[in-house]
């Protein structure tokens, strides 16, 4: 059973920074794409990032040039350092990746950008 386990969310003044780091479990395949989504009360969940395990980025218009996605494939780990957050950051932060054609989901973490 894949898992995938989320850390790094929590509270943090607008201009602030947090990263958060998503490992995979239980799966000896590697992550052909790894990405994170976020959901805020009401709204849909959107891709705000995504690498490739070769190396090919994308990203959300609002969060580029302040957010940046890397990985480690040997630890089947990746992050998303977001820098100069903005109240209208603040979601539920879900990690996600595909092996092998699956689908997996993180639990989600929450991110509030406050004063």
């Known amino acids: 059973q894949v898992q995938l386990v989320e850390s790094g969310g929590g509270w943090v003044q607008p201009g602030g920074s947090l990263r958060l780091s998503c490992a995979a479990s239980g799966t000896g395949a590697s992550m052909d794409y790894m990405g994170w989504h976020r959901q805020a009360p009401g709204n849909e969940r959107d891709l705000v990032a995504a690498i490739t395990a070769s190396g090919l980025t994308n990203y959300l218009d609002s969060v580029k040039g302040r957010f940046t996605i890397s990985k480690d494939n040997a630890k089947k780990t990746w992050w998303l350092q977001m820098n100069n957050l903005k109240p209208e950051d603040t979601a539920v932060y879900y990690c996600?990746?595909?092996?092998?054609?699956?689908?997996?989901w993180g639990q989600g973490t929450q991110v509030t950008v406050s004063s």
């Open positions: 996600s990746g595909i092996a092998s054609g699956r689908a997996y």
